[in-house]
């Protein structure tokens, strides 16, 4: 029973530290996105 509950943790563990790091992923590729295009309208707000 004991080891029940601890494979369930760990799987708990498992599938939050992938949610944190999708997260983050999605995170930072919008982050990446939002530069990029404000990096190009400053670029054509210049010439």
């Not at 983050?24 to 400053?42: D, E, K, P, V, Y």
Request: no cysteine.
């Amino acid at each position: 029973m004991r080891n029940m509950g601890t494979d369930l943790f760990i799987n708990a563990h498992a599938v939050y530290s992938y949610a944190k790091v999708s997260a983050l992923t999605r995170i930072a590729s919008a982050l990446l996105l939002s530069i990029t295009i404000f990096l190009g309208w400053i670029d054509v707000y210049i010439r």
